[in-house]
């Protein structure tokens, strides 16, 4: 049927595209839809940056606004993934730089951003907006320095949970006396004192600010200075959240949140001494986001401040809160969305709180819109898993964490196979789920047969054979990202299940029963895969092709293997034979 | 490369009276247990709950990446806790109870000898020491308390004067009077 709409036409309706998803059934409808579609399309998100050229994505969007980048794996965020990996970003701003003059926004995460690229961004685009650096590395504050100075209309500057080189504060006065386009600005990460003098100007001269998160370095006394110059705030991240305890510092501080009137979010809360929690009494009942995950307040205090936000939908929070705190919680946020409860002391092996299952039971009682749950804790039984999974079926992201590797059910000393299949079963919408304590082959089955919507999956110190691993990536139809450590899958159930790793956009295996040989089979029978091996001690002399690799990463491609390999990566393909033999040879003498 | 560990079925008869408590104390526990605490000499116990199979697994603290925190939060909460425990006018250590659940934190610069700390631990635990004797230490008790110095040993709170025992306290131990016997005999 020949094309009845005029192209502007199609252009305007497209435009009301904004899902990735949508765009890219759109381009598949026709050759001239497709035209039409990659000339229009502005925002841009890669998943991984190895996936993809710059080369082919300029060539097929020519005028893109904003493009957001992944690097590393999600596993580097626990330091598996070894120093010097990869993930540089410079090359993607040059590229990005020459095509794309008028790209107006930046996102990026865990990727390696050093100064220069810092530089060529703050330099290379005519209305630059938006910098998002969410657990990225290799930059300074001297990089800061360049984008304050040079992006005239910077709205947004979000230095997430990055490891920046701290210099010094003095980056931020370098922002122009006539820079008032910011909207948001996170510097949370940061360790310097930045100037507060300027931090105060700008704050005032920016009427649009409505995310501001300061460092731990803005003492409290000063808070109420920025307060009242922004009381349109929205998104509030405190610096350190103690001072002596002075009646004149807690009635200035009441009275600046009383003034702030549109806020909705907190986070920040370092050093909280809690005598100045009430401070904020007056913004409870608006809040609906609280991060406390850092402040180390205990009950009755913690308990008793989050019970004032009864429209709470997104909480952070130590183990600190307690089962009686979360029973609180239960009981008086019935908004809850979202809970992510952090253990205060990790590594030892006793428990230094009463947190345990209750705690998330009750929650998942009294919360009906509870959907989102990231749980640390030191025992869990199949009892419990089977209530939350009976309460909530409308879960969509679980993890749970269970401190002891290969715990078992503490009541039954059973595996928590029929806990995590409960929760499989009954959530039938579930996207993400991360699981640990003592699980054998059978919940991979349960996982296999009835996690249809599982996007994302992580496992630890779980299985007994391959038929684990068979079971997922032969069952789960939506799986994009699986990620394993310290499983005794192998080549077995890879190899069966080659053409599925496709499909996905990433595999991580450490610690596995993976041979170099597999992985060889592997890369040579799926060219538009990667098939990265990491191992940081070197090839093995002899029978290198039964060792078990140390790390290995799959991810499909069409760039094909990258060159920026440090020393310990391998990529496995055709050619890698060869480039083996000649590296055990070399050993030889 | 380990397996997952299978367990056992003679082993859920004994622990379906599992208690809590350290590493050493109950074999059972020990089955699933992969935390292997490194104290320079440990006591008889619990050396001999830990054979060559269970100690395979690597202690937790150096177990790569595990429990998943993020090293960015781990900074924070190591920072911080390095302040409290720090604090100038305190000595806080860490104090624990066969049997309990949980561990509490204590001061001990706020007491001034012996009786008012062992008056305040059997406040805090609901237990009973008794009274320390040189030649008998708690016996009869149910209860003793015992401590690790800082060269890693176990003594028994008693031994040395006060003083000494302030600055070379580094964590307090509740032990079940049996079990106390022979500490400090080395």
Redesign the interface.
């Known amino acids: 049927m020949a094309q009845s709409f005029p192209e502007d036409v199609l252009e305007h309706v497209f435009s009301f595209l904004n899902y990735d998803k949508d765009r890219n059934a759109v381009s598949l409808v026709c050759k001239s839809w497709y035209e039409i579609e990659r000339l229009c399309r502005r925002r841009i998100f890669i998943g991984n940056c190895y996936a993809v050229s710059s080369e082919i994505v300029i060539r097929r969007f020519p005028d893109v606004r904003a493009v957001e980048l992944k690097g590393k794996p999600h596993?580097a965020?626990?330091?598996?993934v070894p120093e010097g990996w990869g993930g540089y970003v410079y090359p993607w701003i040059v590229s990005l730089a020459r095509a794309y003059p008028w790209l107006e926004e930046i996102k990026l995460k865990r990727m390696v951003v050093t100064d220069e690229s810092l530089e060529l961004i703050s330099k290379s685009f005519k209305n630059y907006k938006v910098l998002v650096l969410l657990?990225c590395e290799g930059f300074t504050t001297d990089g800061l320095a360049s984008i304050a100075a040079n992006c005239r209309n910077l709205r947004e500057l979000d230095l997430g949970?990055s490891?920046v080189e701290d210099l010094s504060g003095h980056w931020l006065s370098h922002f122009p006396d006539n820079c008032t386009s910011l909207v948001s600005l996170n510097i949370s990460?940061l360790g310097s004192e930045v100037s507060f003098c300027a931090l105060e100007r700008l704050v005032a001269r920016c009427p649009n600010l409505k995310t501001l998160r300061l460092n731990r370095a803005v003492p409290l006394e000063k808070l109420p200075n920025l307060l009242c110059r922004a009381p349109q705030l929205v998104e509030l991240g405190t610096g350190a959240y103690s001072a002596e305890i002075q009646s004149d510092i807690f009635s200035n501080l009441a009275e600046a949140f009383l003034g702030c009137k549109q806020l909705k979010g907190l986070s920040g809360f370092?050093?909280v001494v809690p005598a100045y929690l009430p401070a904020m009494y007056s913004v409870c009942s608006r809040i609906t986001s609280l991060n406390l995950?850092?402040a180390?307040a205990q009950n009755p205090d913690l308990v008793h401040f989050v019970s004032q936000c009864s429209n709470l939908q997104r909480l952070w929070v130590l183990d600190y809160i307690e089962d009686t705190g979360l029973e609180a919680l239960a009981a008086s946020c019935k908004d809850l969305h979202e809970l992510r409860v952090?253990?205060?002391?990790?590594?030892d092996?006793?428990?230094?709180?009463?947190l345990t299952e209750q705690g998330l039971v009750a929650v998942s009682e009294g919360c009906p819109k509870l959907q989102s749950v990231l749980y640390?804790c030191r025992q869990m039984s199949n009892a419990a898993l089977v209530a939350i999974a009976r309460n909530r079926p409308n879960m969509i992201r679980f993890r749970l964490?269970i401190?002891?590797?290969?715990?078992?059910d503490?009541l039954?000393?059973?595996?928590l196979d029929t806990g995590f299949g409960a929760i499989v079963e009954n959530c039938k919408e579930l996207r993400r789920l991360?699981m640990s304590g003592?699980?054998?082959d059978r919940v991979f089955e349960y996982i296999g047969t009835h996690a249809k919507k599982l996007e994302m999956l992580s496992i630890?110190?779980?299985?007994?054979s391959d038929s684990g691993l068979h079971h997922v990536l032969s069952g789960c139809e939506s799986l994009r990202k699986l990620e394993i450590?310290?499983?005794?899958f192998g080549d077995k159930a890879l190899l069966a299940n080659a053409t599925k790793l496709e499909t996905m956009r990433s595999l991580w295996m450490s610690?596995?029963?993976v041979s170099f040989g597999a992985c060889k089979l592997l890369g040579q029978k799926m060219p538009r895969l990667n098939v990265e091996v990491i191992n940081e001690r070197g090839l093995p002399d002899s029978r290198p092709e039964s060792c078990?690799v140390e790390k290995l990463y799959v991810y499909r491609t069409i760039a094909g293997p990258r060159v920026d390999m440090p020393g310990f990566v391998w990529t496995m393909d055709e050619h890698v034979s060869s480039r083996l033999s000649r590296v055990t040879e070399r050993r030889g003498d | 490369m380990e397996k997952g560990v299978a367990y056992d079925n003679d082993m859920n008869l004994k622990a379906t009276e599992l208690r809590l408590g350290l590493p050493g104390t109950d074999e059972s526990q020990k089955e699933y247990s992969s935390f292997v605490k490194s104290n320079k000499r440990s006591s008889e116990e619990m050396d001999s709950s830990c054979n060559e199979e269970e100690c395979a697994p690597a202690p937790k603290a150096l177990v790569v990446g595990w429990p998943p925190v993020r090293s960015y939060r781990k900074n924070v909460l190591q920072q911080q806790q390095k302040k409290s425990d720090s604090d100038v006018s305190g000595m806080y250590v860490k104090v624990s109870m066969d049997g309990a659940p949980y561990l509490r934190k204590i001061d001990i610069k706020v007491y001034k000898n012996y009786p008012d700390l062992l008056i305040a631990l059997e406040n805090m635990f609901k237990c009973s020491m008794g009274v320390y004797s040189e030649r008998e230490g708690y016996n009869g008790s149910e209860y003793a308390p015992t401590y690790e110095d800082k060269d890693g040993d176990w003594m028994l709170v008693g031994d040395v004067p006060w003083d000494m025992f302030v600055t070379s306290c580094k964590r307090l131990r509740i032990m079940k009077g049996s079990e106390a016997k022979g500490l400090g005999c080395q």
């Open positions: 596993f965020d626990f330091n598996l657990s949970e490891e990460c370092w050093d995950s850092y180390t952090f253990p205060s002391d990790p590594f092996a006793e428990a230094n709180v009463s640390f964490c401190i002891e590797p290969r715990a078992p503490y039954t000393l059973e595996p991360s003592l699980l054998t630890a110190f779980a299985g007994d450590r310290d499983c005794p610690s596995c029963s078990p």
